[in-house]
């Protein structure tokens, strides 16, 4: 393997695992590793064995291949919406991908949430619909062609005004979409 190749295996391991919204204990222990060993894998600190990587893609319901990048890497990105809770939240970017980007529907019907608080920050774009953004203080009512930007540690939450499905484009950080999104999607991996 090239020297590339194995250079991206921990930040890709370490993708997998926020994306199911799993902490590094979390994973470690279902796959019988310590702590410690995890975080040299993901952090590029240890060298990666099949002893080491079997346990945790069988547990991340993922190939050992998956970790490694083709030379001739289809650039589509093959992730399947996901509906829960009055959203639906459409991946527009890579698991491994150091910025994340969604196109999230908020459905009308949706139930209130209380506002959120995490590390990160934020980009947003109205596609379609109004947006009912309430960020600390402020109520903004975005339309469509309007964007926002905010740090996460604001508390925050949106949801469609008007009676209409918001229709938004979020890019988040990786620490902010592991925070913000797996607070409310189901961390199970969705099928290929």
């Known amino acids: ?4 190749e194995l250079a991206q295996l921990g930040p890709r391991l370490r993708a997998a695992r926020q994306e199911r919204g799993w902490t590094l204990e979390e994973l470690a222990g279902r796959a019988g590793l310590s702590v410690s ?3 040299r894998l993901e952090s590029g600190k240890r060298q990666a064995s099949l002893e080491l990587l079997l346990p945790l893609t069988r547990h991340l ?3 050992v291949d998956e970790l490694l990048e083709p030379h001739d890497r289809d650039p589509r990105v093959r992730r399947r919406p996901i509906t829960r809770d009055g959203l639906t939240i459409a991946p527009l970017t890579h698991e491994a991908s150091d910025v994340r980007a969604f196109k999230i529907t908020y459905h009308p019907e949706a139930p209130e949430r209380a506002p959120q608080v995490h ?3 934020e980009w947003l774009y109205v596609l379609s619909g109004r947006l009912r953004l309430t960020l ?3 109520e903004l009512v975005l339309e469509r062609g309007e964007a926002a930007e ?3 540690t604001t508390p925050h939450r949106m ?3 008007g009676g209409r499905k918001a229709e938004v484009l979020s890019i988040f950080n990786a620490v902010g979409e592991r925070l913000h999104l797996h607070s409310h999607v189901d961390p199970t991996p969705a099928p290929a």
């Open 1 to 4: 393997m090239a020297h590339d």
């Open 37 to 39: 060993t995890l975080s």
């Open 61 to 63: 319901g993922i190939r």
């Open 119 to 121: 590390d990160g920050h």
């Open 136 to 138: 600390g203080e402020q």
């Open 150 to 152: 905010f740090d996460t």
């Open 159 to 161: 949801r469609a005004e």
